[in-house]
């Protein structure tokens, strides 16, 4: 009931445990959401890491570089790459999976995380689950080459060659189950041929080899390729991309060389861990499509044989999506599995 108020002309209520319970409550939440609406609006106040689940110095390191340089300054803070290789890329994205969800620990990641659920049964994360989308940063097609002896100059001719030679001829590639080694055994399957893969330990390794004649053809990313084919050290027959590109571009695409709707490439991306803020996903979003944007950046990017891509979160994570379904067949198909 109301009491008087010891100052005149006003009315106190003594209000009922209900409505004080409730008040609280409101406060409470009024409490926990104005700290995260101020701190999302502040965002960035300080550096960002990158982690870029592949070695330094590698093709996904030097993209990652030339775009993380350009973001640090359209975002006022430094976004620094943070390199932790291993497992074909899982120790990177498990370490931004299980990190804080605030906008400070962003992974660059590659199509090996499209792979990887397919190739691992124990993934200590999962892709769907634990990680979020910010944009597609690249492409860098790959380019299906022979050593500079081999007979062949066109898809076609290669085609006929191996089929003419069942299981004769050896294929090299970065690593088993990586997706310079399945790009490859997709061309194989959709011709009927049959020839003998041979897993290294990255690229490097793989081209020495094709370049002195210890196997005889490969697909690998156009970056690591052009200073072989540039000495004539090996020929490029097709680059998998869906349309030429600048770096080759008197290479006809495996579509338009008997193989129409093939694609494939190392694409490339951002994601940050679940839960991370929708307007911290939109800032970096907005950061990486303003640094794709730049034509520095560009210029850089076609010198590694890398093509600017820009999307927004939710077409990334589409694309995501449908590459996920379409390796987990290949995989199967394969026969491969790395645990």
Do not use: C
């Amino acid at each position: 009931m109301p009491l008087k108020s010891k100052n005149a002309g006003h009315i106190q209520y003594t209000p009922s445990r209900r409505t004080w319970l409730l008040a609280l409550t409101g406060i409470a939440l009024g409490a926990a959401i104005a700290p995260q609406a101020a701190r999302a609006s502040a965002y960035p106040d300080r550096p960002i890491r990158l982690v870029v689940p592949f070695p330094p110095g590698g093709p996904t390191d030097l993209v990652s570089r030339v775009i993380a340089k350009k973001m640090s300054d359209e975002l006022g803070q430094q976004v620094l790459v943070d390199n932790r290789p291993g497992a074909n890329g899982n120790i990177g994205n498990e370490i931004v999976a299980k990190s804080p969800a605030d906008g400070y620990t962003v992974l660059y990641n590659t199509s090996s995380i499209a792979l990887s659920p397919a190739l691992y049964k124990k993934l200590q994360y999962d892709v769907k689950r634990d990680l979020l989308p910010v944009a597609m940063t690249a492409n860098v097609p790959l380019v299906l080459e022979v050593n500079a002896q081999v007979p062949v100059n066109t898809v076609p001719e290669f085609i006929s060659w191996v089929k003419a030679n069942p299981g004769k001829f050896t294929y090299g590639s970065a690593g088993n189950g990586n997706v310079t080694h399945l790009a490859a055994f997709l061309v194989l399957q959709a011709n009927g041929l049959n020839a003998v893969h041979a897993p290294y330990k990255g690229s490097a390794p793989a081209l020495t080899d094709l370049a002195s004649g210890q196997v005889q053809f490969m697909t690998d990313t156009i970056n690591s390729s052009l200073p072989f084919i540039r000495d004539k050290r090996m020929k490029a027959l097709a680059v998998t991309s869906s349309t030429r590109s600048a770096q080759l571009p008197e290479v006809p695409t495996l579509a338009e060389s008997g193989m129409p709707g093939f694609e494939a490439g190392a694409w490339q991306g951002m994601m940050v861990p679940a839960r991370t803020p929708p307007e911290v996903v939109k800032r970096l979003n907005a950061a990486v499509l303003k640094a794709l944007a730049a034509s520095d950046v560009r210029a850089s990017l076609a010198l590694q044989g890398a093509e600017p891509r820009g999307s927004s979160p939710e077409a990334y994570g589409k694309y995501l999506t449908q590459e996920l379904d379409r390796w987990q067949k290949v995989v199967k198909d394969s026969g491969v599995t790395l645990d």
